[in-house]
C-alpha cells in the first residue's frame, strides 16, 4: 500500500505514520497518533521495539510478520530502493509501538553515516529492545557493514546513557535471517558475541567510562529465522514462535523486561520524541535526565493546565451565589471534591513522569486550587456570619413577643443556635489540607452578637421602665390631685407617702422583671435611678398641673368662696346690712392666703419625707436613661417668691370683687 503525501511532507497511510521524513523532519501528528492508536492513557503500559539493519534484509517484513503491521516492503519485481526515514506502527492487538528504521546502514551504499548515527540515537532513547536484523551469511564478518553499524549503537549508547545506567538498559536482539541450519544458533552466537566484545574494546571511550563493560549496557539475544522461501513453512512457524516472545507476559523468555523501559509515559512520548530529535538533529548533547526533566515540566503543566480548567469551571458555578451572600448549601463537600478530583486526575496523569518536577508542579497546582477556593471559603464565612446573626436577631425579637417570657432564657437559647448553626457551617465549608480557619470570624461574631443582646436588653429594659413610668402615672393621679385639693396642713406627707409607696411598687415590679434580664449590678442601679426620677418628675408634672395659675386661683377661689359664700353649715349667705362683712371677708381672705405658703413648696410636716429620693438613689451614670444631673433641693420649690407675690396680688383682686359685690347685694336689698 502506498503512502500518501501530507502537505507537512509526511507520509500516512492507515495506523502507520512517517515520524521522521527522508528530509530529517519530525512530524507533528504523533500524539494524535497515540491516541488515534488508543495508548495515550496507557502510562508505562506499552512497549517500544526498533529494528535496525542493512537495507533489504527483509526487515520490514519481519515487522509486519510478527507484530501485524503494515509496513512497505520492496517490491520484488521492482527491487525499488525505499528512502530513509522512520516509520511508526502500533502492533496488532498489542501495546507495542514498533519502529521501521529504514536506511539506516548508509555504509552498504556508500553513503554518509549522518542519519544512521541519528536514528540510532533516536532509537536508543525510546525504544527497550533493538532488533539487529541480519543474513546469516553477514555473521562473522566483522569488518562488514553491519559491524560498522553496531559500532555506531555502541558509540551514541555510551553517550547516552554513559554515567546513567538505570533506564538505560537496551535489550540487543540479533535475528539471523535465512538460516541454513549448518551451523548451529550457538556458534552463530558465540561469533556474534566475541565480535561484539571486540567492538566494545575498540571504542574510544571517555575516561571514567573506562571499565566499564558491554554488559553494563546491553543484554545480548539471538535467534535465527529460517529461509522465508526455501522454507516457507517453518519460516511462518518461527515467525509465530517469535512473536510469542514478545507478546506473552509471564513466559521466561518474554522479550520486553522491565529494566528496558525508558520510563517515558505514553501521553509524553511524542513530546519526548520530538525533543530528543530535534536535539540530534542539532547535534546538540543528548542528555537524557535533561530530557526527561524538560519533558515532565511541560507534561505536567500541561496536565495541571487541564485539570485546573475543569477545576476552575466547577468552581465557577458557585462564585455568583456566594458574591450575592448566599450561604451555599454544601459548599465545603463541593469545593473538596472539586480540589480531589483535580488532584486526582493530576496525579494520575504527572506521577509517572520526574519526581521532583511532579512535586514541584503539584505543590503549584495546590497553591492555584487553594487560591480560587479561598475567596469561596471565606465568602462563605462572611455570608454565614450575616445570615446567623439576622436569624439571631429575628429569634430573639420573637422570643420576646407577648408575656411571660425570660430574657435570659431566649436570649442564651438564640445565641447557641446561632454560634452552632455557625459553626457547623464553617467546619462544612473547611477544606483540609489548608490553613484555613474560621475561628476568628466566629469570634467576631460572637461579639456582634453579644452586642446586638445588649442594645436589645437596653431596648427591653427601657420599654419596661417606660412601662412602670405610666402605671405609675396612672397610680399617683387621683391620690395626688385629692390631697392638693384639700390643701390640708400635712398635704405635703399625704403626698409624699403616696408617691412612696407608688414607688416602692414600681421599684419592685421593675426587679421582678429585671431578674430574666442578666443585668449587671450596676445597669440595674441605673434603671432604678432613672426610675425614680421619672416617677419624681411624674409627680411634679403633676404638680405642675394642678398648680398651674388657673387651676391653683381656682382652687384658692374655692377656699374663699367656701368661707366667705357659705356659712358654716354649707348654705350660701345673703348678706343683710348688720352682718359682718368686713370681719368675715378678712378671716376667709387672710386664711385662704396662707394657703399659698404652703403649696409654694413640698414641705411635709414630718420632715423624714422630705428625704423620700436620697440623692445617691437617683444618682445616675451619664449614659442612663435620663441624662443630665438634676437638682432634687431645687425641685421642691412650686412657686417662686415672686410667682407666691403675684399670686397673692391676683388673688387679693378676685376677693376684692367678692367683696365688693358682698357689699352691693347689701345695697340692693335695703333699696328693695
Ligand atoms: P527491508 O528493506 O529490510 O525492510 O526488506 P523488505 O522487508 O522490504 O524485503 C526486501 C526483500 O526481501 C523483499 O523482496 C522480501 O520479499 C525479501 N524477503 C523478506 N524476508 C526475507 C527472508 O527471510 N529471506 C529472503 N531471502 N528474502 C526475504
Ligand atoms: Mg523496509
Given amino acids: 500500500m502506498d503512502g500518501v503525501k501530507l502537505p507537512n511532507g509526511h507520509s500516512a497511510v492507515s495506523g502507520r505514520l512517517q515520524v521522521i521524513n527522508d528530509e530529517k523532519k519530525f512530524t507533528p501528528d504523533l500524539g494524535e497518533q497515540i491516541e488515534k492508536w488508543g495508548l495515550l492513557d496507557a502510562g508505562f503500559g506499552y512497549n517500544i521495539v526498533a529494528v535496525f539493519g542493512s537495507q533489504s534484509t527483509g526487515k520490514s517484513t519481519l515487522l509486519n510478520r510478527l507484530f501485524g503491521t503494515s509496513f512497505d516492503v520492496m517490491d520484488e519485481t521492482k527491487r525499488q530502493q525505499t528512502t530513509k526515514g522512520i ?33 540510532a540515537l533516536f532509537s536508543l532513547a525510546s525504544s527497550e529492545v533493538l532488533i539487529i536484523n541480519l543474513w546469516e551469511h553477514q555473521v562473522g564478518l566483522y569488518q562488514g557493514a553491519n559491524m560498522g553499524l553496531l559500532k555506531t549503537v555502541f558509540e551514541v549508547n555510551l553517550g547516552l546513557f554513559g554515567k546513567n545506567t538505570t533506564n538505560g538498559r537496551t535489550l540487543l536482539f540479533f535475528v539471523i535471517r535465512d538460516h541454513i541450519g549448518v551451523t548451529p544458533l550457538a556458534n552463530l552466537q558465540a561469533t556474534l558475541t566475541t565480535d561484539l566484545n571486540r567492538i566494545w574494546e575498540s571504542l574510544s571511550k571517555p575516561p571514567e567510562l573506562q571499565d566499564r563493560q558491554l554488559s553494563d549496557y546491553f543484554d545480548l539475544a539471538f535467534t535465527t529465522l529460517p529461509h522465508k522461501i526455501l522454507a516457507a513453512d517453518k519460516f511462518e512457524a518461527e515467525v509465530l514462535n517469535l512473536r510469542a516472545r514478545f507478546v506473552n507476559k509471564d513466559s521466561s523468555d518474554f522479550l520486553f523486561k522491565p529494566a528496558y523501559h525508558k520510563r517515558i509515559p505514553a501521553d509524553g512520548v511524542a ?104 475567596p469561596l471559603f471565606l465568602g462563605q464565612l462572611k455570608n454565614l456570619h450575616k445570615t446567623c446573626l439576622v436569624a439571631f436577631k429575628k429569634e430573639m425579637l420573637d422570643g420576646l413577643h407577648g ?21 457547623a457551617g464553617a467546619k462544612e465549608a473547611l477544606v483540609e489540607e489548608t490553613d484555613w480557619t474560621w475561628e476568628d470570624e466566629m469570634v467576631s461574631l460572637k461579639e456582634e452578637v453579644k452586642s446586638v443582646a445588649d442594645q436589645c436588653r437596653k431596648d427591653e429594659t427601657k420599654k419596661m421602665v417606660n412601662l412602670i413610668e405610666r402605671n405609675f402615672k396612672k ?12 390643701a390640708a396642713p400635712d398635704m405635703w406627707d399625704n403626698i409624699l407617702r403616696t408617691f412612696k409607696q407608688t414607688l416602692d411598687k414600681a421599684e419592685s415590679s421593675y426587679l421582678t422583671k429585671a431578674t430574666s434580664f442578666d443585668c449587671t449590678d450596676e445597669e440595674n442601679a441605673a434603671s432604678l435611678a ?96 435620663l441624662g443630665e444631673d438634676f437638682d432634687f433641693a431645687a425641685t421642691l420649690v412650686v412657686f417662686t417668691e415672686t410667682r407666691a407675690l403675684e399670686l397673692t396680688q391676683k388673688f387679693r383682686r378676685e376677693a376684692d370683687a367678692y367683696y365688693v359685690e358682698a357689699k352691693r347685694s347689701t345695697v340692693a336689698s335695703i333699696a328693695q
Fill in 87 to 119: 516509520w511508526m506502527c502500533r502492533g496488532k492487538d498489542m501495546d507495542i509501538m514498533v519502529m521501521d528504521v529504514e536506511g539506516t546502514d548508509g555504509r552498504e551504499r556508500g553513503e554518509d553515516q549522518d542519519f544512521e548515527r541519528k536514528s
Fill in 271 to 374: 513530546f519526548y520524541m520530538e525533543n530528543i530529535w530535534e536535539q540530534v538533529q542539532s547535534n546538540k548533547d543528548l542528555d537524557l535526565p535533561t530530557q526527561q526533566e524538560l519533558l515532565a515540566q511541560f507534561r505536567c503543566d500541561e496536565i495541571s493546565t487541564v485539570a485546573l480548567a475543569e477545576f476552575n469551571e466547577q468552581a465557577k458555578s458557585q462564585r455568583r451565589p456566594v458574591e450575592a451572600g448566599r450561604v451555599v448549601d454544601g459548599l465545603g463537600g463541593m469545593m473538596r471534591a472539586w480540589r480531589s478530583d483535580a488532584l486526582t486526575r493530576y496525579d494520575r496523569d504527572a506521577s509517572r513522569y520526574h519526581q521532583g518536577v511532579y512535586k514541584r508542579k503539584r505543590a503549584d497546582l495546590v497553591a492555584a486550587l487553594d487560591a480560587t477556593l479561598s
Fill in 403 to 423: 408575656e411571660g417570657y425570660s430574657f435570659a432564657d431566649v436570649v442564651s437559647t438564640a445565641r447557641e443556635r446561632c454560634l452552632g448553626r455557625f459553626e
Fill in 475 to 486: 397610680s399617683i393621679a387621683e391620690p395626688v390631685e385629692l390631697a392638693l385639693n384639700k
Fill in 530 to 625: 432613672a426610675l425614680r426620677r421619672r416617677a419624681w418628675q411624674a409627680l411634679r408634672d403633676k404638680i405642675d398641673e394642678q398648680t398651674a395659675e388657673p387651676v391653683i386661683l381656682g382652687k384658692l377661689r374655692g377656699h374663699f368662696e367656701e368661707r366667705f359664700r357659705y356659712d358654716e353649715t354649707g348654705v350660701p349667705r345673703v348678706w343683710k346690712p348688720e352682718d359682718d362683712i368686713d370681719g368675715t371677708f378678712k378671716k376667709a381672705k387672710d386664711d385662704t392666703l396662707d394657703l399659698i405658703p404652703l403649696y409654694s413648696k413640698i414641705q411635709p410636716v414630718d420632715s423624714s419625707l422630705e428625704y423620700v429620693l436620697p440623692a445617691d438613689s437617683i444618682a445616675v451614670p451619664s449614659d442612663s436613661l
